[in-house]
């Protein structure tokens, strides 16, 4: 026990201890003003600034980071910092506001690569990664790593997680990537409060376990996420919203142990996609206005629990299901197109569900008389149903009331430079300028002028001037680039005589269309590749379509199409950035299903088909593009759009090589007045809201 003497010893050294920690100096950067509860930090640490012009801050992160110690903090203002960076201590770096601290990777590979563990980073905009594959805006191969509230885009993939343990992403906007996030081989990753848009593929998984999605709003993207070899995922209060229309949604292959919790998949080409994959429960989803397949499942897919859910005013399919099995209860299902659920080879128990109707399915649009007829179709159990609606089915929330939609135009690319004498410095050289009649001496905004209304600006047509643009026609650029065939008889080379019946289809709608198979500075051959996935198929994009440069100005001016043996798919538009200008065309595939047609006659017109999907004609237009049901007589839509003469529809896509003009009769659609022509640069998908 103290005595007085040694209490009044202890108070006495317990204050100087307290007046000496206070009136320690702290240096403040003179341009800013410093927040001490913007930081949390521990007694241990020490805090580091970068960015100011006081004493004791440093003039780039790299070097705050070479001089930190574990644990310290990094807190960086406001500015714009040309850098990249390497963190190889535990520490939390952090950005004075996210929209104005700037780390600019000036296109090189990494821009701020994390290698040690236990390491936090906060409230920073990342943009301009390389264009190669590895390259990324942030590399991950640490354990127990959080971002948090940064803005990332611009790059070939915005993070990048690699056999890693214990990620967290939080309050993140990711944009304009080619993938948004990649995981490899990692274990425990959470992704929540954040929002993907105008990517190739938002989040990309393969052979990773333990992942969390929760509060996350996807929209604008090719494919939402892709999950290969992966297991143990949850997806909690999600909205995956206006996505592809040509595309996919959320996607799972030979994957397992998933559950989708109270989301929203409204509005994409498919909502949800599952191959080869098992142990799968949907609860309380909405699934409402996809325009191809709102759960699309095939190629032994089995155990897949769906109750509790909305699957209502579908444009195309409800539930469609190849060489599988599912269950379906609890849930609403009607007025989708074409059906509500469509078993193939397949068996569907489907107890006490609603049908839009009390007398049952058969009597609404839960799934057609012609289905149930025919031999091909698998079984499905619907007795008994319920006669009323489930007032609790789908998801207990609405997108447009939780999320706000970042609205992206274009990719965000610098002005192009053009060479030449330019007189009044407006950017275009005077030579283009006379021959088109600008005054050389007279300043024009060339970046916002397009006279001719084809999305060319004056910088584009001028770049393209030596491939036959002009600013007074409406020009169309297509690049086309094939992968060998493994056929020694077959080539995946459009035709000359077929591409100038295409190009003739233009013309007669004063469009000058032109083709690059190799005349154009593009248009190349792929070494033969098989049975290629979606990532690779984005990868593809970007190694000989962009040539890895984010600047390439022929994203601005081409459409891109891929023809291959095959690829993913039969035909169908992508999005390989952050627009949907481009396509893929398995030439093998469709020569399989159509053995009367030539092969070259073929890729042609499903070039034309997916082509007009890059303008903007898609399925929510109009009824009769890309409707299955419209080339089967058993339906109706065959007989009702009869008159829809263009490639765009089903029916006729391989004997018309032309849109319709809307002048054939009763429901009809005009597709060449239809056309926009900037869709291919400032691709926007809307869902009807009423």
């Known amino acids: ?96 506001n996210r929209n104005k601290t700037i780390i600019d990777g000036i296109y090189n590979d990494k821009v701020v690569n994390i290698l040690s563990d236990n390491m936090i980073f906060t409230d920073f905009t990342i943009k301009n990664s390389g264009g190669f594959k590895e390259n990324t805006a942030i590399f991950i191969q640490s354990d127990n790593i959080t971002i948090s509230n940064c803005i990332i885009y611009r790059t070939r993939t915005g993070i990048i997680i690699n056999n890693s343990y214990n990620t967290k992403i939080s309050n993140c906007l990711l944009h304009t990537n080619g993938k948004g996030v990649q ?108 325009t191809h397949y709102t759960i699309w499942i095939h190629d032994n897919s089995d155990n897949i629990d769906i109750k509790n859910c909305k699957i209502i005013n579908n444009f195309r399919h409800g539930i469609h299901i190849t060489d599988s099995s599912c269950s379906v209860t609890n849930s609403t299902l009607y007025n989708n197109s074409i059906d509500s659920v469509l078993p193939k080879n397949s068996f569907v128990s489907a107890e006490n569900n609603y049908w839009g109707s009390k007398l049952g399915p058969v009597f609404s649009k839960g799934f057609r008389l012609a289905d149930i007829l025919s031999r091909e179709f698998g079984k499905i159990k619907f007795f008994p149903w319920k006669t009323n609606e489930y007032e609790n089915a789908g998801a207990d929330w609405t997108v447009e009331e939780t999320f706000e939609k970042t609205i992206i135009k274009g990719y965000g690319d610098s002005q192009i430079i053009l060479s030449g004498n330019d007189t009044d410095s407006d950017g275009l050289p005077d030579w283009w300028e006379e021959e088109f009649d600008y005054e050389e001496t007279v300043w024009n905004d060339h970046t916002n ?88 198929l984005v990868d593809f994009y970007w190694d000989y379509f962009l040539h890895n440069d984010l600047n390439n100005p022929r994203k601005n001016i081409f459409h891109y199409g891929l023809i291959c043996d095959q690829g993913p798919g039969n035909g169908f538009a992508f999005v390989g950035w952050a627009h949907l200008n481009s396509f893929c065309i398995s030439a093998d595939v469709i020569s399989g299903t159509h053995p009367l047609f030539e092969r070259g006659w073929l890729i042609t017109c499903g070039s034309m088909h ?81």
Not at 33 to 48: A, D, G, Q, R, W
Not at 198 to 215: A, R
Not at 247 to 262: A, E, V
Not at 659 to 669: A, F, L, P, Q, R
């Open 183 to 290: 995981g490899e081989k990692s274990f425990y990753i959470k992704i929540e409060n954040s929002e993907f848009c105008n990517s190739g593929i938002g989040v990309d998984l393969y052979k990773s376990q333990n992942i969390v999605f929760e509060d996350v709003y996807a929209h604008e993207n090719g494919i939402v996420f892709f999950i290969n070899k992966s297991s143990n995922i949850q997806i909690n209060h999600c909205a995956s919203c206006d996505n592809n229309d040509n595309g996919r949604g959320i996607s799972f292959y030979n994957s397992y142990n998933i559950q989708i919790k109270n989301s929203n998949a409204i509005h994409s080409g498919v909502g949800f996609k599952i191959v080869n994959s098992t142990n799968i429960s949907f609860d309380r989803c909405s699934l409402l206005y996809n």
């Open 449 to 536: 002028l397009d006279a001719d209304g084809d999305a060319l600006n004056n910088f584009e047509e001028c770049y393209a001037y030596s491939w036959g643009a002009d600013p007074y026609q409406k020009d169309i650029f297509i690049e086309f680039d094939h992968i060998k065939s493994n056929h020694s008889d077959d080539s995946n080379v459009l035709p000359q005589e077929y591409v100038e019946q295409m190009q003739e289809s233009f013309a007669e709608h004063d469009i000058v269309l032109h083709v690059d198979q190799g005349e154009l500075e593009g248009g190349e051959e792929i070494p033969y590749v098989a049975n290629f996935n979606f990532g690779e």
């Open 1 to 96: 026990m103290f005595n007085i003497s040694s209490r009044k010893a202890a108070v006495i050294t317990i204050l100087i201890i307290f007046l000496c920690s206070i009136l320690t100096p702290v240096t403040f950067s003179q341009n800013s003003i410093y927040n001490s509860k913007n930081i949390s930090k521990t007694n241990l640490s020490t805090t580091l600034y970068v960015g100011g012009i006081g004493p004791g801050n440093y003039s780039t992160i790299q070097s705050a980071i070479d001089n930190a110690g574990n644990g310290d903090i990094i807190f960086v203002y406001s500015g714009i910092y040309n850098e990249t960076i390497t963190i190889d201590k535990k520490i939390k770096l952090q950005g004075e």
């Open 610 to 690: 997916e082509t007009g999907h890059t303008f903007g004609l898609l399925p929510d237009d109009f009824g009769g593009n890309d409707n299955h049901a419209a080339i089967k007589p058993k339906y109706t839509d065959f007989w009702h759009y009869r008159n829809y003469k263009s490639c765009m529809n089903y029916r006729y896509v391989y004997s018309i090589l032309d849109y319709s003009d809307g002048d054939n009769g009763e429901v009809d659609y005009n597709d060449w007045g239809g056309i926009e022509f900037d869709f291919f640069k400032n691709t926007h998908f809307e869902w009807p809201k009423n």
